[in-house]
């Protein structure tokens, strides 16, 4: 079993970036600069943004951080979008997900300016993901594809089962695992919570890709052996005995599966800081096509 460490080769992807942004210092030209907008105070949102702060503030980028209330209207939050879109110093922002009940998603979405949309969220930009064009892809998805790519993991004909049908990861990785080329060319499963019988699905699985959000979902009798194994899960679980109050765990069966897979990736420190680096990564390219 080969574990797939995220945390490491986010790390290399950190160190690659770093590089560049250094280049660009020293050519005098201006670095990348990201801005993250979360509305409310969700505990795992402002974690998750306060990584992706610092991340930025690690490899030299700039970054900046709008924390809005979870009272904001709509309107309020479009208007900032706007203010984001025309500030020719920011290269790419992110809207933190989710967004509370009052505000529509896919109209907040709608309003980035697809040229700074390093989610790659909008639907100019996940539609070109969908017809194999050049675009941003989706941070999760893209440091799945890098992992796979980093452990030489062969996809080709392989058959991929995905777990979860969000629009941030199950969807975009079953049209990218399906695309002409590597990593991809796998014959793809979206499995979802209507899926019947999963088991028998999961059974047949080469690669198995999780986005569910139930810990300990998948079993060892669910997985073949030598499977791959992604696990995208990260719940908070209640956990008295540390200081956070709070445990991270996967959909999967770590110690039961791992003894059957052929790679898996750990949580944490697999999907997670490679949700990052290629958030960070989008961003450069981002600055780059600016600057052409
Ligand atoms: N919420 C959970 N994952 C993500 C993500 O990748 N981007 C944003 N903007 N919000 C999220």
Redo the contacts with the bound molecule.
């Keep these: 079993m080969t574990l797939l460490d995220g945390k490491k080769v986010s790390n290399d992807i950190k160190d690659e970036i770093k590089a560049e942004v250094d280049a660009m210092k020293a050519n005098g030209e201006k670095v990348p600069h990201l801005a993250a907008v979360i509305v409310g105070d969700d505990g795992a949102?402002l974690t998750?943004v306060g990584s992706k702060v610092r991340a930025c503030e690690r490899i030299g980028f700039e970054s900046t951080l709008v924390k809005m209330p979870h009272t904001t209207s709509e309107l309020e939050l479009l208007k900032k979008i706007k203010e984001l879109n025309t500030n020719d110093d920011i290269d790419g922002f992110?809207?933190?997900?989710?967004l509370p009940p009052q505000i529509d998603t896919q109209k907040v979405l709608m309003a980035v300016d697809p040229s700074k949309d390093v989610?790659g969220f909008h639907p100019e930009n996940f539609g070109k993901m969908a017809l194999d064009m050049s675009t941003f892809i989706?941070?999760?998805p893209f440091g799945i594809l890098e992992l796979l790519e980093r452990y030489d993991v062969d996809t080709k004909g392989k058959h991929t089962v995905v777990i979860g049908r969000s629009h941030?990861v199950g969807r975009p990785m079953s049209i990218l695992m399906s695309r002409r080329g590597w990593p991809g060319n796998s014959t793809v499963t979206l499995t979802h919570s209507n899926t019947k019988n999963i088991s028998q699905i999961t059974t047949q699985a080469d690669i198995i890709i999780s986005a569910l959000g139930v810990p300990n979902f998948l079993k060892a009798e669910m997985v073949k052996d030598d499977v791959v194994i992604i696990d995208v899960g990260i719940t908070r679980v209640p956990d008295e005995e540390h200081p956070k109050g709070y445990v991270i765990r996967g959909d999967v069966d770590f110690e039961k599966v791992s003894e059957k897979a052929s790679f898996i990736t750990p949580v944490p420190g697999g999907v997670g800081p490679m949700?990052i680096a290629m958030l960070l990564k989008n961003t450069l390219l981002a600055r780059e096509q600016r600057r052409t």
């Design positions: 949102s998750y992110i809207i933190q997900l989710p989610d989706p941070a999760t941030i949700t």
